[in-house]
């Protein structure tokens, strides 16, 4: 490294909240290359000295940890420490695995917050410093209600990673209905999130031909009135390692994308 060129100031938000949705839904199968990505960002920011929350969609509703319970449930997901028996609650939702119930169930043990879903926004406002950055790298939760709670209950930034746009491109590999969910994700991420994080330019050139796709279409125009940050620095939200950094308002527009 060049020790004479600068180096991009880090700006830190005044909290994180990592979405480990992915890593509740996915307990006790076999990890697979983006549930391995979720368990990194969550290793990494617990080392951070940013202030670390964690959010996760039950089958009841949504979860709010603070650090130490998401170091706690980090623990779990590692195997250094059992899942818990499944609580009463779990009864309502017996047709998930028994092991997504067990996790679920421990989630809720600790949780700082819970509540029903039309009270996240509330939540996150009672919770959140002003400003929290929300962060989801799975691909699950991707949803306009999260998206809303986190800009109107903590005036918060979403920053979404894409891993890849399989689905779309080989459409004739997936499960009945996976193309069509997978083309309402990508819209929502091109139309609600402040930043997209890449996993490589290849991605990165990729999910950009699917968007040009839609360009113009009624009802993509993103929120007006938000204030986009510019360049290529992970650090306002908060992702280890590298990543490619698409912006999406104003890039969009420059781009006719």
Not at 45 to 72: E, K, M, Q, W
Not at 207 to 230: L, T
Request: aromatic share 6%.
């Amino acid at each position: 490294m060049d020790a004479g060129r600068a180096q991009p100031e880090r700006i830190d938000p005044p909290a994180r909240l990592l979405d480990i949705t992915r890593l509740i839904r996915r307990a006790g199968r076999a990890p697979t290359g983006v549930d391995r990505v979720e368990k990194a960002y969550l290793d990494h920011l617990l080392t951070d000295p940013v202030p670390l929350f964690a959010l996760a969609r039950t089958s009841l509703g949504y979860a709010l940890l603070d650090r130490d319970g998401a170091a706690a449930m980090a623990a779990r997901f590692d195997g250094t420490v059992s899942w818990g028996a499944p609580d009463r609650l779990s009864r309502l939702s017996r047709g998930r695995p028994l092991p997504v119930r067990r996790a679920e169930s421990d989630l809720r043990r600790l949780a700082l917050a819970r509540c029903l879903p039309q009270r996240l926004p509330a939540m996150l406002a009672r919770h959140l410093p002003r400003g929290t950055a929300y962060l989801n790298v799975g691909h699950s939760n991707l949803t306009d209600r999260v998206f809303w709670a986190v800009r109107h209950g903590a005036d918060g930034r979403v920053a979404v990673m894409i891993h890849d746009v399989i689905p779309l491109e080989f459409p004739h590999y997936q499960r009945p209905g996976m193309a069509d969910r997978f083309r309402a994700m990508l819209k929502r991420v091109r139309d609600g999130a402040d930043i997209v994080i890449y996993n490589t330019r290849d991605t990165q050139t990729r999910a950009e031909a699917q968007m040009r796709q839609w360009a113009g279409a009624a009802g993509h125009r993103g929120p007006s009135g938000r204030d986009r940050s510019h360049g290529r620095n992970p650090s306002r939200c908060g992702g280890p390692g590298p990543a490619l950094v698409r912006h999406s308002r104003h890039d969009r527009a420059a781009k006719g994308a």
